[in-house]
Nanobody
C-alpha cells in the first residue's frame, strides 16, 4: 500500500529557503504523476507543483521561479525546493499522487519575521 510521509517544514524568515521531502512507501516507480499541495488556514487545499515520471514539471503561478519539484525514484522520494519564501507561502504542505491516495500528515511551513 502506498503511503506518503512529508517532512522538512519549519519556521523561516521571509526570503529564506526550505526543502521539503515526501517519502513514498510502497515505491514510486509505478506512479506517473506526483504533486505537492498546500493548505493555508481557512483556505482550500491548492495544487502547488507537479512532476511526471518523465520529469516534466508544472507550477501554480504564485510559485513559478521560486519553487522546484524533483523526484528521486531510487530513494522513493519527491522533493520541493522553496526559495525566496513569502509570508503567503505559510501553509501545511502535502504530497500525493494522481490518482489520489490516502493523505499523509503534511508538514507545516511558516514564513514570518
Amino acid at each position: 500500500q502506498v503511503q506518503f510521509v512529508e517532512s522538512g517544514g519549519g519556521l523561516v524568515q521571509p526570503g529564506g529557503s526550505l526543502r521539503l521531502s515526501c517519502a513514498v512507501s510502497g515505491g514510486i516507480d509505478g506512479i506517473h504523476i506526483m504533486n505537492w499541495f498546500r493548505q493555508a488556514p481557512g483556505k482550500q487545499r491548492e495544487l502547488v507543483a507537479t512532476i511526471t515520471s518523465g520529469f516534466s514539471t508544472s507550477y501554480t503561478d504564485s510559485v513559478k521561479g521560486r519553487f522546484a519539484i524533483s523526484r528521486d525514484n531510487a530513494k522513493n522520494t519527491v522533493y520541493l525546493r522553496m526559495n525566496s519564501l513569502k509570508p503567503e507561502d505559510t501553509a501545511v504542505y502535502y504530497c500525493n499522487s494522481w490518482p489520489e491516495r490516502d493523505w499523509g500528515q503534511g508538514t507545516q511551513v511558516t514564513v514570518s519575521s
